[in-house]
């Protein structure tokens, strides 16, 4: 499965210092958070958090993507129906944020075991097909099902109070829980790679015959790995609710698949720091170049094709291949 | 494929990106005497032509017809692009808010959207002028005391195409219905309006949403009814597809009317008059009503993008603004800057009167009221020049057009 696009092989072995960071991506993590915590005095709070939102979808996606070699295409289930039913829980059952974002998780995690089971038993072309069928049938199963709303979506979801203490009405107090669930999903997606269960799954991306014959049972491995993948997209999907206070349709449609595959590959298949970076990518493109109107799409489109001819590895990739170490 | 010089590639990238970072850093001073106005809808989409270029064109003739600037009133207008996406129309409706000091968001089509703004508006003690979305829930149950619903609603179309028309004789009903919320509540209250009027639903059929492209069985179905009219209970793409395809069967040559529930003016002309001959459609404006709709028209034609002639989203638009410029005048700038509630109320306790829109009221619970009109499409043969498409059927005042006050289980009306 492992193609060019992905950025593992000819680095040099370095050390793991700490939480499984080798130094460079420690120094890169470090910056990150300190990028987070400083970017809100600067930038525009909700620009911010939805560009966190969509980083922790992408990270979700590219653990299954990156590391396993399994393309899903049809994330936007998990991330909008987590999406859903976080906003269904703060709005109708009256539940705290940090409840109704566990329970978009849940959602995610339910939908990801009953389709991965399903979908894992394929491969390539079949597996992407597999997904995105089911994907769809979630998509009607929220056109009419009567507690989405319909193309009207949930609307006027209340932020609510965090632990019962911090209101979140405020956008600061509303960011920092949303940069502590991005920070806590990427940290959890690191570990989940660094631990010996991802190297199983990053066996089964190079060989997968090769690690059943070693033992492995390899379909255990791939829908544990497709469980986690959407259940952190269910956690994005059910942040995002909270943030703007509305879950339509647009987050279960099948453009959202294609939109978290985009920024994997702009930022860089297989790498950690990559889906983050092209969640910023393509969301501050989306936002300041909306007044183009339907330039929008087709820069995406170039952007994409320039990626897939130049820059294989993704802005990441590159750079962690320039600078000879693994981001 | 010879590989790209990666070199000129990134400088190229990190030359545009420091050239298009410069302006986005050149901070917004805002004099005392300016107010902002954010137009926000679909420039790109679906919508592009039914509103996008069109209503910021009807926006910036009503700042000039206003003559506020001659009385101290500076007027800026902003543009946005939702996309006819919730999360982006809301992002870039907070960001006016929040950092752009935008005070009025106008326009925005898509319902979602709407209601989206809607609640960040009322937030912000902001206003919200909807001239172009179809969701009677703005002034329902999500009614806000910051928002004015101008131009129409699911409510007064269901009840123009449903009751009108069996006044003007066509008394017995076939629904065409897409098979999702939308469908089944334009469905449902527009067959409420026909027996209320006297008239009889024959019958139905829903057809699958999204999706459906072939409409042929579905109308033949409607034809064997011997309804004298076929309701399109859908909208957009389900619409246009539908109204093609009647056209080849000759249904509408043969007496049956096709209503189209959800229907504007640049749909009418994207068919064509030989497409769309005979269809019956509700508006609250058209260009070619009266005199003063006439020289409106020919005031804003030459700043309409691609000749097109403004439709009733984009002279709501114009109206909306009018009302609001006159309001502001009134009040002086710093007070209507200062609460989005007050000078929402004080556009609510005058009449409103411009050349687009005519004259009428705003209803407590944000509604704004005026006559409204059943057009059926002329034929090619009764068409006498560019863009003379409708011929009047029937007007409903507007006391009756609308759904009433106590009806919409609005709490700014309970109170």
Redesign the interface.
Known sequence: MAGPGFSGGDFKHEEQVFLGFTRTQLIAFVLMVVLVVVSPFYFYPVFLMKVLCFALFACAFNLLIGYVGLLSFGHAAYFGMGGYLAGHAAKEWGLPPEIAILIGGATGAILGLVIGAIAIRRQGIYFAMITLAFAQMVYFFCLQAPFTGGEDGIQSIPRGVLFGVFNLNSDMTMYWLTAGVFLIGFLLVHRIVHSPFGMVLKSIRENEPRATSLGYRTDDYKLMAFVLSAALSGVAGGTKSIVFGIATLTDVFWTMSGEVVLMSLVGGLGTIFGPVMGAVVIITMQNYLAEFGAWVTVIQGVIFVLCVLAFRRGIVGEIGNWLKVRL | ?A??N?RA?LGGAAATAAFGALP?HVARAQAANTVRIGVLND???LY?DVNGPGSVACVRQAIQDSGVTARGVNVEVV???H?N????G???T??WI??DNVDVILDVPT??VA??VN??VRERNKIFLNSSAA?S?LTGA?CSPNTIHWTYDTYMLAKSTGGAMVRAGGDTWFFITAD???GHALERDTSGFVRAAGGRVLGQVRTP?PGTTDFSSFLVQAQSSRAKVIGLANAGGDTINSIKQAAEFGVTRRGTKLAALLMFISDVHSLGLETAQGLVCTESFYWDLNDRTRAFTQRVLPSMPGGLRPGMGQAGCYSAIMHYLKTVAEMGVPAARASGVETVNRMKAQPTNDDAMGEGTIRPDGRRIQPVYLFEVKTPAESRGAWDYYKLLQTTPAAEAFRPLGEGNCALVRS
């Open positions: 494929m590989h790209l990666r590639l986005a420039q790109s989409g592009r543009v946005g692009d996309q996406r919730p999360d982006v809301s992002t870039i907070r960001q929040d950092r319902s979602s209601l989206a609640t960040i969701t829930d999500q999702y919320a939308f949403f």
